[in-house]
């Protein structure tokens, strides 16, 4: 965006990376909805289509934000006139430094992680957002018990409801073929596989797309398909190394069976996960999809940044930081505006996606001394993805996030087909979760953003045998 709005000036994109993320097959779903891919490519298509873009293969040592500066890892320095961090964030690991203890947000960790599975019999999986549904979901011929905080699986998109439509997919033992992606990746081999181990987990690759799991080969070594054991409402309290648990003197469990009250353990297992609801069980290693935080670290030292509570550095509503001339986007920002009553951040593709565009009209408009309005896409919170081969379109505040006690739910579901949620308050929609080809989003959208007091459609709002688009359009 920068490099069409200002075709004579130098821009730098500085990266730790060899390949650079990009959005392909971009698709317009509705207003605010949209989707695409998201696609390694070496960084010199990028130098070529822009002539003005200068990649640097750097990881940034230091910002001195009074001298408008940037320190690289390879001793370089830069200076800048306006600067944008993008840095995103990185894995949140239940324990740092544990060789059994794998994070994944990117490429190259689900990568680590499927050389892990080859010759995995049993996995914990920690966490319940989109990446251990996924996860969960995807991986065959291995047993997983996956740990969650909550009441539910996929809290972060769903409710217990959604989470009980999706639940029967995790056990069923026939597999449909999943839609073929269509997709060219960009992998990195030969000369780069040396970077790429001498990069090693330590150093922060670029977030995972919507579908990265596509293409990677998840199947442990036992012969059935799948074999899912949760734990609700406990997180991790230890981790124990075999020779720590042998001294422990204490019992681990069987991965557990239907109907039967759960065995010790026989088998001697590389390392022990102690629950907080008191359960042990040994595993091959450990799956932390606990979510991320801001990315931040290498740009606090020596600079004054307003930093959010969630760790990231606040930006107002033209992606200022609190610091002249410096710009933040994605992951590792914290929206600090007034937010629209139907929007909320979360640290997604899509939102980074959108995030990195503003920002860059922003500088572009205070460079040329313009105003700008906010983007459009900061009206209304959508994000569209699919969990269990499932289409799945989250909107507005789709879990009532934020409506305290004061809201209703409709509710519709068919079993196996789709499940449909909205969240009133006031007559007045305020979110929904659709689960399924529903082709309801369009509609729910508009009447998201509209405002329009339905209160008199009471529960035909969600009547299968009502075309509601037909009132609405």
């Known amino acids: 965006?920068?490099?069409?709005?200002?075709?004579?000036?130098?821009?730098?994109?500085?990266?730790?990376?060899?390949?650079?993320?990009?959005?392909?097959?971009?698709?317009?779903?509705?207003?605010?909805?949209?989707?695409?891919?998201?696609?390694?490519?070496?960084?010199?298509?990028?130098?070529?289509?822009?002539?003005?873009?200068?990649?640097?293969?750097?990881?940034?040592?230091?910002?001195?934000?009074?001298?408008?500066?940037?320190?690289?890892?390879?001793?370089?320095?830069?200076?800048?006139?306006?600067?944008?961090?993008?840095?995103?964030a990185k894995p949140k690991l239940i324990f740092e430094g544990n060789p059994y203890v794998l994070g994944i947000r990117d490429t190259d960790s689900a990568q680590a992680f499927q050389k892990n599975l080859a010759q995995a019999e049993r996995i914990v999986v920690v966490g319940n957002g989109g990446i251990a549904l996924e996860l969960v979901y995807e991986i065959q011929g291995c047993e997983?018990?996956?740990?969650?905080?909550?009441?539910?699986?996929?809290?972060?998109?769903?409710?217990?409801?959604?989470?009980?439509?999706?639940?029967?997919?995790?056990?069923?033992?026939k597999r449909e073929t999943p839609i073929e992606c269509k997709r060219t990746k960009y992998t990195m081999e030969g000369s780069e596989e040396k970077e790429r181990s001498l990069a090693a987990s330590d150093k922060l690759g670029s977030a995972l797309g919507p579908d990265w799991h596509e293409g990677l080969h998840l199947k442990g070594t036992k012969e059935f398909c799948h074999k899912v054991h949760i734990e609700i409402l406990c997180e991790v309290k230890k981790i124990h190394l075999q020779q720590e648990f042998i001294q422990l003197q204490r019992t681990s469990l069987t991965f557990p069976k239907e109907e039967k009250n759960v065995e010790p353990d026989e088998v001697l297992w590389p390392v022990y996960?102690?629950?907080?609801?008191?359960?042990?069980?040994?595993?091959?290693?450990?799956?932390?999809?606990?979510?991320?935080?801001?990315?931040?670290?290498?740009?606090?030292?020596?600079?004054?940044?307003?930093?959010?509570?969630?760790?990231?550095?606040?930006?107002?509503?033209?992606?200022?930081?609190?610091l002249p001339d410096i710009y933040a986007a994605g992951d590792i920002c914290t929206a600090s505006w007034e937010p629209s009553p139907v929007?909320?951040?979360?640290?997604?593709?899509?939102?980074?996606?959108?995030?990195?565009?503003?920002?860059?009209?922003?500088?572009?408009?205070?460079?040329?001394?313009?105003?700008?309005?906010?983007?459009?896409?900061?009206?209304?919170?959508?994000?569209v993805t699919k969990f269990f081969n499932y289409k799945v379109v989250v909107l507005g505040k789709y879990n009532a996030q934020g409506l305290g006690l004061d809201h209703e739910l409709m509710?519709?579901?068919?079993?196996?087909?789709?499940?449909?949620?909205?969240?009133?308050?006031?007559?007045?929609?305020?979110?929904?979760?659709?689960?399924?080809?529903?082709?309801?989003?369009?509609?729910?959208?508009?009447?998201?953003?509209?405002q329009m007091d339905l209160s008199a459609y009471g529960e035909d709002l969600l009547n299968p045998d009502i075309d509601i688009e037909d009132y609405f359009d």
């Open 1 to 88: 965006k920068l490099a069409m709005e200002f075709p004579s000036e130098d821009i730098f994109l500085m990266t730790a990376s060899p390949v650079i993320k990009a959005v392909t097959n971009f698709k317009q779903v509705s207003k605010t909805l949209e989707e695409f891919d998201v696609e390694e490519q070496p960084s010199s298509l990028l130098e070529k289509r822009y002539p003005n873009i200068k990649v640097i293969q750097s990881g940034v040592k230091q910002l001195k934000s009074d001298d408008h500066k940037v320190f690289t890892e390879d001793g370089k320095e830069y200076i800048y006139e306006k600067l944008c961090l993008c840095a995103g």
């Open 144 to 173: 997983v018990i996956w740990a969650i905080k909550d009441k539910a699986i996929g809290n972060t998109f769903f409710d217990a409801g959604a989470a009980e439509f999706l639940i029967p997919k995790l056990t069923a033992e």
């Open 273 to 322: 996960v102690e629950l907080t609801n008191g359960k042990i069980y040994g595993c091959d290693f450990i799956v932390s999809a606990t979510g991320v935080v801001p990315n931040v670290k290498p740009f606090l030292d020596g600079n004054n940044f307003a930093v959010g509570e969630d760790g990231g550095l606040k930006v107002d509503k033209h992606m200022h930081t609190s």
């Open 343 to 383: 929007w909320h951040q979360m640290r997604l593709w899509t939102q980074a996606r959108q995030m990195g565009w503003y920002a860059a009209k922003c500088m572009a408009a205070d460079t040329l001394g313009e105003s700008i309005d906010m983007d459009f896409s900061f009206e209304l919170f959508a994000h």
């Open 411 to 450: 509710l519709r579901c068919t079993k196996g087909q789709e499940y449909v949620k909205v969240v009133m308050q006031n007559g007045r929609m305020m979110g929904a979760v659709l689960i399924g080809e529903t082709d309801l989003e369009e509609t729910f959208e508009n009447l998201i953003l509209n």
